[in-house]
């Protein structure tokens, strides 16, 4: 890109906002994102700032500052940090009145430049200093001092630990200084709504980096402004927003509440201060101010929650802090209760693990009137039809509803709910139930799903008599209710294990949902439920299973629950006598494979060749879930089968080569068939394999490379597959290295990236001689050097444990005749790239990869150290010179004492998590 004259770019501006053509905005912002990536934004946005021409030059300028001190810091040379730093300056003065969006930017440019430049010395004491005693300033001047502390943790500032250590240091030195500042504005705007609202975000943003000195902020008097604004009903939506935001990240940061004592005593009588503000906008129907009193006394639980646990109802353990949270649940919104649903998981999670019976009986109740809550939320509208969309906001309510039940009802029990439900089934058999109770009973049935299988089933009687009253459910009844109902009946399916005499009539009210549109797919899902649990009682029914699969497409199914009725099936399959197997699987899979066949005798010319997938992904859920037990030496009763369905396909593989939807579903088709029965498929290795290449060469979908690993893992350690395996390798790696030595090959492929590796993994661990004999392995390591840096979790996962797994072939004496042979080749390997995977593994863990990666790291390095320690020393500390001493902007990154430190704490550990926590610290240097 050539430098463009201003006028150029404010031209590309005004097209981006105000073309009436699509295509020219499109074509005005690839060239203004070229122009923000180059050299000359940095000079074109000061012009563009300086000539102030109007809110759309003036934004894109100082978004583009902003952007280039965040990503390209690196481009300035360090004589012109000063110039830049007085430029911003004076540009956010001279715009302060211009947009408020723009003052905001000017000020995260400002704010990320304070951060990077490390000759920039006590920031916040030179702004305050500055601009304090000019009130026309103090809007810009509070909005740097809001977003200064919110930037100091940016993932976009890769500043390192040691400049962030001493920036937060830096201040909270001064963070007194910006307190007393924030209360004399308070004191002289008055009542200036805009500017409570300026200054509650910028006290909340210094809470939050956790600077402020809780024994000062204990006695301010901005903290008693702040609990008047929320106690006043007059109070406008915004303030009251910022207030309570505020509020909250005081909470937070003083979660440790012992060490801010304080502090913690001044919020917490503050905050139940609410309660009569709460029922006031209650009363108002204002649902915003509902919705942020909610948020604190939330906050306020949580923040007091060990104190709570460990001493309740003493001191600030008071209890009162959950009957707010109750009040809350009281709310007819759902919204309101929901936000408190972490506070009550996270107690019932603390409760749990101390385990301690009396403990449990203070809060019992509390848990009881939550639930009871719950219900009352779930319950439906009297003239609500039909059932409740699981999709929409109240059925992903539901949802949590019934993870967050999962997670406490070990605390009351859960025969409270299934005593509620029994009772609403006897009022509905002497035929006295209203219509209203008719929806109770719905919410505690959607409550009761969520914990039958905790529930302790053996001679328990409200249970099977719950059971034995839902398969009597008359059809008039709602039909959210007869849906939930099923739901609930599939969920019982241990009850129904233990108590075999009510399959039958349990299968014949499923049938009966099954028949029906609307509760089908519900219906299929609990017949699945009972196959599974009651697989040896179900054999008896299994040949009403296959007619039901028979004719799976005469039902109204999800394609979801068709498959789950697919696979309850399979799974009783498994369960009948060897003898029966082969001919009952080839009775279910006859369906499928009839219409395979059907849609590859249809002419292509005729029009688009019709989808398989829908049977294609029918025969996979068989071949994965029948898995009967053969004893060795016996033939595997589906091996026959399998081999008579390979034909099709393989010729359905080979019609829809190009589609790599349908390709993959056909190699996942064939993973699960070699799976069902492993050696026994031996005599379709050879064919399955020519083909995999063959169409591999063509059309490299990632899903043979995928398959191919299944291969290698079943036949790996047969001496007479070793060698057609490698050749396979060797074909598939051809195309797989040229697709990943394009330009971003690695980033734009990183699912060949997995399942390559998972392959050259199931080498290693099948037969690791006959890959690190072979020539394929040098380009196989380069390949894995070079996507260590791959910032995809799958991908980096199978590269890291390919190269983990390679080495530890060279460690692991496992008493096999090989082992020495192994080890050599293991050296030669290491002799040759060792070096370079330790240099590219720090390099990579420092400024490629997300911190969770770092343990596979650390377990790579570990392994090379196991292998041969001395020469390891040699490459760590080659690779520690390396890297940089100092950022860009002159702050030292990492000292030469912390190089020779993290150098020992790996050299010298001892376990693998010793290396893993050193890492762990060494990279935040970096970031």
């Known amino acids: 890109m050539e430098k463009p004259t201003v006028a150029l770019v404010y031209q590309a501006v005004q097209a981006l906002y105000h073309d009436p053509d699509p295509a020219g905005k499109e074509r005005a912002s690839v060239w203004l994102g070229e122009l923000q990536r180059s050299m000359y934004a940095w000079e074109l946005a000061d012009q563009l700032l300086q000539l102030k021409q109007d809110v759309e030059s003036c934004y894109f300028a100082a978004q583009t500052m902003k952007m280039k001190i965040q990503m390209s810091f690196f481009e300035l040379p360090p004589e012109t940090h000063i110039a830049l730093r007085d430029s911003l300056l004076s540009h956010i003065q001279s715009l302060k009145d211009l947009s408020p969006i723009i003052v905001t930017q000017l000020a995260l440019a400002i704010a990320d430049l304070a951060l990077q430049m490390a000759s920039w010395k006590g920031c916040v004491h030179t702004l305050i200093e500055k601009y304090s005693n000019d009130v026309s300033s103090m809007t810009f001047l509070i909005e740097i001092l809001t977003v200064l502390p919110e930037e100091v943790h940016s993932r976009s500032l890769r500043i390192g630990a040691n400049r962030r250590t001493e920036i937060i240091e830096d201040l909270a030195y001064y963070s007194s200084t910006v307190v007393t500042l924030l209360m004399t504005c308070v004191e002289k705007s008055g009542s200036n709504e805009k500017m409570l609202i300026k200054v509650f975000r910028c006290l909340g943003s210094w809470f939050n980096l956790g600077v402020l000195d809780s024994n000062f902020m204990a006695n301010n008097q901005l903290l008693m402004v702040l609990f008047q604004v929320l106690q006043r009903d007059e109070t406008s939506t915004n303030l009251h927003e910022a207030a309570s935001d505020c509020v909250c990240s005081a909470l937070y940061a003083i979660e440790n509440v012992d060490t801010h004592m304080p502090l913690a005593q001044q919020l917490f009588q503050g905050v139940l201060t609410l309660e009569t503000a709460y029922h006031m906008a209650v009363a108002r129907e204002d649902l915003d101010k509902v919705l942020n009193y909610c948020r604190i006394f939330t906050e306020l639980c949580e923040t007091f929650l060990e104190t709570t646990v460990r001493s309740p109802g003493q001191g600030m353990g008071d209890l009162r802090t959950l009957e707010l949270l109750l009040i809350c649940a009281g709310h007819p919104q759902y ?20 385990n301690d019976p009396a403990l449990h009986g203070i809060f019992r109740p509390y848990i009881q009137r939550l639930l009871h809550g719950l219900a009352r939320h779930c319950q439906l509208d009297p003239d609500h039809e039909g059932i409740p969309e699981d999709t929409d906001d109240f059925g992903e309510f539901r949802m949590r509803v019934s993870d967050l039940v999962k997670d406490v009802i070990f605390l009351v029990g859960s025969m409270e709910c299934f005593s509620q439900v029994a009772t609403f ?100 899902k609990a017949i699945h439920n009972i196959c599974s649990v009651c697989r040896d009682h179900m054999a008896q029914h299994f040949q009403g299973l296959l007619d039901i699969a028979r004719a799976l497409d005469s039902f109204a199914l999800t394609t979801e629950a068709a498959v789950g009725l697919l696979k309850g ?317 100092e950022t860009s902007g002159g702050a030292v990154t990492v000292t030469h004492k912390q190089l020779t430190d993290f150098h020992k704490q790996v050299t010298s550990a001892e376990e693998c998590k010793q290396v893993c926590w050193a890492i762990r610290e060494f990279t935040r240097l970096f970031r």
């Open 335 to 354: 919204e309101v209760v929901e936000i408190s649903f972490n506070f009550w998981y996270r107690l019932g999670e603390n409760l749990y693990k101390t």
């Open 425 to 524: 089934f006897w009022k509905l058999q002497v035929q006295m139930i209203p219509v209203s109770v008719l929806f109770n009973v719905y919410s505690y049935l959607l409550i009761c799903i969520s914990f039958p299988q905790g529930v302790c089933v053996e001679n328990n009687p409200t249970l099977t008599e719950v059971l034995e009253q839902v398969v009597l459910l008359p059809e008039t009844v709602h039909i959210a209710v007869r849906y939930t109902s099923i739901e609930l009946v599939g969920e019982m399916s241990e009850v129904v294990d233990r108590n075999p005499r009510f399959l039958d009539p349990v299968l014949n009210y499923l049938m009966k949902g099954l028949r029906e549109k609307t509760l089908a797919s519900v219906a299929a």
């Open 569 to 885: 099936t399979a799974l009783v399959l498994a369960r009948l006598p060897l003898e029966k197997i082969a001919e009952c699987l080839s009775d279910l899979c006859a369906v499928q494979v009839m219409a395979l066949k059907k849609l590859l005798s249809q002419d292509p010319r005729n029009g688009k060749a019709a989808d398989p997938t829908v049977w294609l992904d029918r025969l996979a859920v068989i071949f994965r879930h029948t898995n009967p037990i053969v004893e060795n030496g016996q033939t595997h009763p589906c091996q026959k089968v399998i081999q008579e369905i390979w034909p099709v396909l393989s010729e359905t593989l080979n019609t829809h080569q190009a589609d790599n939807r349908i390709v993959e579903r056909c190699c996942r088709c064939l993973r699960f068939a070699v799976r069902c029965v492993g050696k026994g498929s031996a005599s379709l290795l050879q064919p399955l394999v020519t083909q995999m290449v063959s169409v591999y060469q063509v059309y490299p979908h990632s899903c043979f490379l995928y398959l191919g690993s299944i291969l290698v893992d079943e036949y790996g350690m047969e001496e007479g597959c070793r060698q057609g395996l490698l050749d396979m390798l060797q074909a598939l790696c051809m195309p797989t290295f040229q697709l990943l030595e394009q330009t971003n090959g690695l980033r734009n492929h990183p699912d060949t990236v997995d399942d390559l590796f998972r392959l050259a993994t199931r080498f290693v661990q099948r037969s690791p001689i006959t890959l690190l004999s072979s020539g394929i392995i040098v380009h196989i390591i380069q390949c894995a050097i070079a996507a260590t840096t791959l910032d995809h979790r799958d991908a980096n996962c199978s590269v890291m444990k390919f190269v983990r797994d390679l080495i530890h072939t060279g460690v692991s004496n496992d008493h096999e005749d090989d082992f020495e042979l192994r080890k050599q080749l293991i050296g030669q390997a290491m002799g040759q790239h060792g070096q370079q995977l330790v240099t590219q593994l720090m390099h990579t863990c420092c400024f490629c990869l997300p911190p969770y990666t770092l343990p596979d790291v650390a377990e790579v390095l570990w392994e090379i150290m196991v292998f041969d320690r001395p020469t390891f020393c040699r490459w760590l500390e080659n690779a520690l010179k390396g890297l940089p001493k």
